[in-house]
């Protein structure tokens, strides 16, 4: 008799254990979340790797190239906190760079009009702002020279998102009209770009 309570109370206790474990990773990346939800996360856990951080962007870019509208929206929306709210940290610049990245992504390849519409303004907004130290002066450098570096990756191809085939790496969602347009709003920025940005996107 006390060895059948005894395993009803390690029965029990397994099932409290169980039940806090699945708790804590549902509170930590929460089952129904979108990819720009758990990219978020990912992104603010002190204890992710520069590499879950580099393939949950991925995993933002797919969602946003070939996700619902709810995913694309949600990638969009997550990318756009990143690269603008999250300066907490010296070490947050890199996030924030590829937060941008995918927006830039987003900007072309998303096949829902409202998310290119938004993504591109997000982008021209990063582009057109004023000189460091001046009045006009709301972005740091490091992000406007990531959205043209962004601009410069796509136009050659190598923005898509990654997928392995066969054991090789290939890159997916950078059509040849898609990268036409993406080099036709860097050229028509071009002017409107403070002179050190300017030479930035020459060099």
């Not at 940290?89 to 409202?114: G, H, N, T, Y």
């Not at 997928?163 to 080099?183: C, I, Y």
Request: hydrophobic share 40%; with cysteine.
């Amino acid at each position: 008799m006390q060895n059948i309570m005894k395993m009803k109370q390690h029965i029990q206790l397994l099932i409290i254990l169980l039940t806090l474990f699945l708790v804590g990773c549902t509170i930590r990346y929460p089952f129904n979340a979108t990819q720009g939800r758990l990219t978020c996360l990912t992104m603010n856990d002190p204890e992710s790797t520069l590499e879950e951080m580099q393939v949950s962007m991925e995993e933002l870019k797919y969602q946003g190239y070939e996700g619902s509208t709810k995913q694309q929206f949600s990638a969009l929306k997550e990318a756009r906190y990143i690269s603008k709210y999250m300066d907490g940290l010296p070490e947050d610049q890199i996030k924030r760079e590829m937060a941008v990245s995918a927006i830039v992504f987003l900007a072309f390849s998303s096949d829902d009009w409202e998310v290119q519409d938004r993504s591109r303004n997000r982008i021209e907004i990063l582009l057109d702002d004023g000189e460091a130290g001046s009045f006009f002066d709301f972005w740091p450098l490091f992000l406007e020279k990531a959205a043209v570096d962004g601009i410069a990756d796509y136009v050659i191809g190598s923005l898509g998102y990654s997928e392995e085939h066969d054991g090789q790496p290939m890159t997916f969602g950078v059509k040849t009209s898609w990268r036409s347009n993406a080099l036709e709003v860097l050229l028509d920025s071009f002017d409107d770009q403070h002179e050190e940005l300017q030479y930035h996107t020459v060099s």
